[in-house]
């Protein structure tokens, strides 16, 4: 089973936004944890987006997804979410969602099975 479960993907043009959704699989709960997005844009590795702690109140982001994109946490549902705003081409990839032990954490537990982005020029 899977144990966190991304949605919002899809196609949007330049300079559109999108809203992704990760939430934790049936009978599984993440409050402890970090949680965070990473991506994988075609023909290269997967890199680091952004990350918010436990309570929601800390996050850490990628210089290049720096004042467009924030990440946030509802820990009623158990879910976070990543508001994707001023999207331009070099957004496209596949978008991951991770649980993993920190901010600081380079070795997430748990990935989801990725959401696609694409964004036309």
């Known amino acids: 089973q899977v144990p966190v479960v991304e949605s919002g993907g899809g196609l949007v043009q330049t300079g559109g936004s999108l809203r992704l959704s990760c939430a934790a699989s049936?009978?599984?709960?993440?409050?402890?944890?970090?949680m965070g997005w990473y991506r994988q844009p075609p023909g290269k590795e997967r890199e680091f987006v952004a990350v918010?702690?436990?309570?929601?109140?800390?996050?850490r982001y990628a210089d290049s997804v720096k004042g467009r994109f924030t990440i946030s946490r509802d820990r009623t549902k158990d879910a976070i979410y990543l508001q994707m705003d001023s999207m331009t081409p070099e957004d496209t990839a596949v978008y991951y969602c991770?649980?993993?032990?920190?901010?600081?954490?380079?070795?997430?537990?748990?990935w989801g099975q990725g959401t696609q982005v694409t964004v036309s020029s």
């Open positions: 918010i702690n436990w309570s929601g109140v800390n996050a």
């Open positions: 991770a649980v993993q032990d920190g901010l600081g954490s380079q070795s997430p537990r748990y």
């Open positions: 049936e009978r599984t709960s993440f409050g402890n944890y970090a």
